[in-house]
């Protein structure tokens, strides 16, 4: 009980300090050259990255080599646990279950992060969002199933881990052919607009980045359930 009321007195103190100074902090109202160039130039301007969301144009545009050498740490890091985990002895225990009503539960929540992680992945080049957002929301699909049902039953419906890691393969391949694609047709490496297209019948696309999204949507979704899937003891006894 006291540490109860302790904390909550250290919350009361933060939340009234924060009130009475924010008045005194100095505004911030100011950009700097770089952050109004991007601005200034992710959907319009003459360096126009075709996308009106500056996070995205910045992450697969501006500076999208960096994007791409970290994509790549995090697939190496994905190997290096696939490794590490390969030869390792798996200890087995008996799952107590859930409820049918948590299950059902399960499976309408499971279906609802499924639509808002691909909404948030093919829309992160209009509205916040993108493929490592997507992707991350994805994989607590197959978290949810493994801690409600089992990693058995996971498998059984066919998403093993090496599954994934082909999935996974797929969307960093295609990361990799859109950023090469443009030396083949004389322009830089990851090079977007002109070289892909800013609409697609009158749709808005935002030339590589809708790609890239959709892309990383594929490959962090997969990676993130490999580790769930190594991590995850496989369960003894029968499956309900």
């Given at each position: 009980m006291r540490k109860v009321i302790t904390l909550s007195i250290i919350m009361l103190a933060v939340i009234a300090g924060?009130?009475?100074l924010s008045p005194h902090l100095p505004p911030k109202t100011e950009l700097n050259a770089l952050g109004e160039f991007y601005i200034r130039n992710s959907y319009f301007g003459e360096h126009s990255a075709g996308s009106p969301e500056v996070v995205t144009a910045i992450l697969w545009d501006y500076r999208g080599?960096?994007?791409?050498?970290?994509?790549?740490?995090?697939?190496m890091a994905i190997i290096g646990a696939v490794s590490?985990?390969?030869?390792?002895?798996?200890?087995?225990?008996?799952?107590?279950?859930?409820?049918?009503?948590?299950?059902?539960?399960?499976?309408?929540?499971?279906?609802?992060t499924f639509v808002a992680a691909a909404t948030t992945a093919f829309h992160g080049h209009i509205t916040p969002g993108g493929g490592f957002q997507g992707g991350s929301?994805?994989?607590?699909?197959?978290?949810?199933v493994i801690v409600a049902f089992?990693?058995?039953?996971?498998?059984?419906?066919g998403l093993t881990k090496e599954r994934a890691l082909v999935i996974r393969?797929?969307?960093?391949?295609?990361?990799?052919?859109?950023?090469?694609?443009?030396?083949l047709a004389g322009g830089y490496f990851m090079q977007n607009l002109p070289v892909y297209p800013k609409e697609?019948?009158?749709?808005?696309?935002?030339?590589?980045?809708?790609?890239?999204?959709?892309?990383?949507?594929?490959?962090?979704?997969?990676?993130?359930?490999?580790?769930?899937?190594?991590?995850s003891n496989p369960e003894g006894g029968s499956e309900a």
């Amino acid at each position: 009980m006291r540490k109860v009321i302790t904390l909550s007195i250290i919350m009361l103190a933060v939340i009234a300090g924060a009130y009475y100074l924010s008045p005194h902090l100095p505004p911030k109202t100011e950009l700097n050259a770089l952050g109004e160039f991007y601005i200034r130039n992710s959907y319009f301007g003459e360096h126009s990255a075709g996308s009106p969301e500056v996070v995205t144009a910045i992450l697969w545009d501006y500076r999208g080599l960096d994007t791409y050498f970290e994509t790549a740490v995090l697939f190496m890091a994905i190997i290096g646990a696939v490794s590490i985990f390969r030869n390792m002895p798996s200890v087995s225990f008996h799952p107590r279950g859930f409820t049918d009503i948590t299950r059902t539960g399960v499976k309408i929540v499971g279906l609802i992060t499924f639509v808002a992680a691909a909404t948030t992945a093919f829309h992160g080049h209009i509205t916040p969002g993108g493929g490592f957002q997507g992707g991350s929301m994805l994989a607590v699909v197959p978290l949810l199933v493994i801690v409600a049902f089992s990693k058995k039953a996971l498998e059984k419906a066919g998403l093993t881990k090496e599954r994934a890691l082909v999935i996974r393969t797929i969307g960093l391949l295609t990361i990799a052919i859109v950023a090469f694609y443009p030396l083949l047709a004389g322009g830089y490496f990851m090079q977007n607009l002109p070289v892909y297209p800013k609409e697609l019948h009158g749709m808005l696309v935002s030339g590589s980045l809708s790609l890239f999204n959709m892309a990383e949507f594929l490959a962090v979704g997969a990676g993130f359930t490999i580790i769930f899937l190594l991590l995850s003891n496989p369960e003894g006894g029968s499956e309900a």
